[in-house]
């Protein structure tokens, strides 16, 4: 109503500026002034009149263009007309000089445009984009009518090659429905996106793609709009953030083109608020090393402690590609880190001493790990001789060379164990939870942090990228059981989170030997992850890409859980990460058993290392198949 009240005094006063543009001082000779009030008053009615009924208030001034402009002279055309014709009925023009009306609809169509305009350029701070108009492509509703999605619109408009077409938006904030940004019209709120699909259908304008423009959306609501998508046969995208697009990019694609839903999106986590500050403090100006940095987490880990600024970082790795890929990714994003690339495996105690002696970090994260449950069922002497002896070599190394902190990586699995990748996961959390309590006791002992979490999502070996490989082959997806359920996490995340948990862990003085656990929020059906991502990618599930259950491998659970009933929890004063207060095992004790397990592993007595780490860890219950199986090694 702002915009409109704007506009009738801009009419009212279009009149006497007109007459006096055309009559100059003259104007004092106009049938008195009583007529120039009339006339002003008459034509401000008129102009009300007609600006609402030629639609003028469905564009947003904020977005303001040559659409806008267009809107504008055809609203002034109308009032024009109509007033002149009034006029003409009542006083036969009589004293009004012929040129007046050109001159009144010259002046208001400046008045209306310019303070439009100028508010544009107040908003945006630059003179560009005002005169662009619209290229028809191929057709998509947006689902937002905000900043991003003028944005969007607006480039589309302005590049002949553009792949889209708006041909509609859908926004949440209902004083928007019926406005207009260049000249597309916000159609109505989701409630009514069934009726405004059939709307567009019935003019040749059915969306082939819903685009989100929102920045943030909650997980519920993607879904829901997933969902809607599917219902009238479009797919779900989303924009770029802004930052990404306001660069002026010359085309639609890359950074414009909308990106497909990942199913990430989709998972229900809440945001957390990062005690970046305390992360910063942990790593910045110290020597750092990470194992394992080839990997998943380790790579990741890598990343974002190279962002954090560390005096040194160096890269532990055993596969040649992998630690050469992470260390090129570096080199190019930090050229200014310093940092090395170390072929070595933690298996093997005297070097794995002699590079901790060498590069002396003051930070060890201990991210190498078999994890692959399968393959560890198949193989459990190299399961047990890396993720057990793997971590105590480290510990060890850790402890000779006073190393301030350890924080070792762990996992969902090592809580009641059914597979030896899980189990030799638990020892390793024994193992550090048993020296960290001998390290307390000593003065400037090395502090141990154990980050126990579940699955990550992309990581190597994981179920996402299976299903992205079958969807590209046509399916089918393969599912273990129907109602098998995963804790999920970003990689991304599950870092930010170790690092603060590790910032939290090296300088806290409570109880040692405590497991620090990620809340991973509810745990996914992974059928229903299987169907989300046929969805994501365009295909109807069970009709173009089957689903197939193919029963549970060998070591895997229906479900996981994140603690042990002996681990009661507590919170920590950051969201998102939890406690669990240790069980205690005798330092001595552990080790001796540890020797006798590494001799049966490197041995290859498979059924002797089964039996002697089921003893280890009295909860592990292997599947009687899995025994067998040892049994004839």
């Not at 009641?416 to 006791?441: F, I, W």
């Not at 299976?466 to 059981?481: D, E, K, S």
Request: charged share 25%; net charge positive.
């Amino acid at each position: 109503m702002i915009a409109y009240g704007h506009d009738l005094v801009m009419a009212a006063l279009s009149f006497p500026i007109a007459l006096y543009l055309r009559v100059g001082d003259d104007i004092v000779f106009y049938p008195g002034t009583h007529r120039v009030l009339v006339d002003m008053a008459l034509f401000a009615l008129v102009s009300a009149i007609a600006f609402w009924s030629v639609g003028l208030y469905r564009g947003i001034w904020r977005y303001a263009s040559l659409n806008d402009l267009w809107a504008i002279a055809r609203a002034v055309t109308v009032s024009v007309a109509a007033f002149v014709a009034l006029e003409f009925v009542v006083t036969r023009l009589e004293g009004m000089p012929r040129s007046t009306p050109a001159l009144v609809w010259l002046v208001l169509v400046f008045l209306l445009g310019g303070s439009r305009f100028a508010y544009r350029v107040y908003k945006d701070r630059h003179l560009g984009h005002l005169l662009e108009a619209a290229t028809p492509r191929v057709p998509v509703l947006l689902v937002g009518a905000d900043d991003a999605a003028e944005t969007f619109i607006r480039d589309m408009n302005r590049n002949a090659n553009a792949p889209y077409r708006v041909v509609g938006m859908v926004d949440a904030k209902s004083g928007r429905i019926g406005r207009r940004i260049h000249d597309v019209e916000v159609l109505g709120d989701l409630d009514k996106l069934s009726a405004i699909v059939a709307k567009l259908d019935r003019r040749g304008k059915r969306p082939q793609r819903l685009i989100v423009t929102y920045a943030d959306v909650e997980p519920d609501r993607l879904r829901a709009l997933l969902d809607m998508a599917d219902q009238h046969g479009m797919t779900l995208a989303r924009l770029p953030r802004l930052t990404d697009f306001k660069s002026g990019a010359p085309d639609a694609g890359g950074k414009l083109e909308p990106r497909p839903i990942a199913i990430e999106d989709l998972l229900g986590r809440p945001r957390r608020v990062l005690d970046r500050e305390a992360m910063r403090a942990l790593v910045a100006g110290r020597r750092v090393l990470v194992t394992g940095a080839g990997g998943t987490i380790g790579g990741e880990l890598a990343r974002q402690i190279a962002a954090f600024a560390p005096a040194h970082l160096a890269l532990i790795d055993h596969g040649e590609f992998a630690l050469y890929a992470i260390d090129l990714e570096l080199a190019e994003t930090f050229p200014d880190l310093e940092r090395e690339a170390v072929l070595a495996d933690t298996r093997d105690r005297t070097y794995l001493d002699q590079t901790v002696a060498r590069i002396r970090p003051e930070l060890v994260f201990h991210a190498a790990a078999l994890k692959h449950v399968p393959l560890c069922e198949a193989n459990p002497e190299e399961a047990v001789l890396t993720n057990a002896m793997g971590a105590r070599n480290l510990a060890d190394a850790c402890r000779k060379h006073a190393v301030r902190a350890m924080v070792m990586i762990s996992t969902d699995k090592a809580v009641n164990p059914t597979s030896v990748m899980g189990a030799s996961k638990r020892l390793a959390e024994s193992y550090c939870q048993a020296v960290d309590r001998v390290e307390r006791g000593r003065e400037n002992g090395t502090r141990f942090v154990t980050v126990r979490f579940g699955n990550v999502l992309g990581s190597s070996g994981s179920v996402v990228p299976l299903f992205q490989r079958q969807i590209a082959a046509g399916g089918p997806l393969t599912v273990t059981h129907p109602d098998a359920v995963r804790y999920f996490m970003t990689v991304r995340e599950a870092v930010e989170l170790v690092l603060e948990a590790s910032a939290l862990g090296a300088s806290d003085p409570a109880e040692p030997g405590r497991i620090f656990v990620l809340d991973m929020g509810e745990p996914v059906k992974v059928v229903d992850l299987a169907r989300q991502m046929i969805r994501l990618a365009g295909f109807k599930p069970d009709r173009d890409i089957k689903i197939a259950y193919t029963g549970l491998r060998p070591g895997e659970k229906l479900s996981e859980v994140l603690l042990h009933p002996s681990e009661p929890l507590a919170p920590t004063r950051y969201g998102g990460i939890l406690f669990a207060n240790p069980r205690a095992t005798d330092h001595a004790v552990l080790a001796r058993a540890l020797d006798e397990l590494m001799e049966s592993a490197q041995s290859r007595r498979g059924q002797r290392t089964l039996d002697l780490l089921q003893r280890l860890v009295p909860e592990y219950r292997p599947d009687a198949d899995r025994v067998r199986l040892a049994a004839t090694r």
